[in-house]
């Protein structure tokens, strides 16, 4: 009996080495609809995560592949365990999703144009009053957002900008982009004649 006194403390004190797990999300508070995503965690100590959405899908798995199809008010239950599901921790996240539209137009450089028109998949932009110099501090502007809601669809699409002098309009340059893979923002378009253009996007409210 008195041997296994020792080893019973012994026990005790390999169990209390054993880390707890940390579960963990740092996600921005919108996650963009209508694409594939591929969301992780920054949990720490675990030996595998469970996800619960509030959409009543789950997964036990470390990296979830998702395409949320509509815009929604939603949360997730991540729960990380270790030692044999012994030990747990889970955190609660709640989040949006939303699709990507284009917010403004923004121009920089010498303009000799009367106007100056964005078109894209979805519509043409066009702003008036565009002779001018205008800067990184006061730059020209096309608004879109949120009179017109332009959806940035996960396509290939192309992106092109147009002058209008003397009652015609001139091509100023197009680029084509894949928006499946392309995230950035602003999305930058550089002129044949030196304007460059910057067109953002926003999520909804």
Known sequence: MQRAIPILLLLLVLVSCEPQPKACLDWEDTIEAGTQLHLESCSEDYDFLTWEFSDDIGYLSEVVPRIFEDEENMSVKLTAYSDGAYRSDEVIFPFKTSFRYIDRMEVVGESNYSALELRMSGGAFLGGDAKGTFTESAPYFVYVWPETKVVI?????????????????????????????????????????????????????
Do not use: Q
């Open 153 to 205: 669809e996960s396509k290939r699409s192309d992106i092109a900008v147009f002058g209008y002098k003397n009652g015609s309009d001139i091509s100023l340059g197009s680029k084509t982009i894949n928006f499946e893979t392309y995230k950035e923002n602003p999305m930058v378009l550089e002129t044949t004649d030196g304007l460059s253009v910057k067109v953002y996007w926003t999520y909804r409210d």
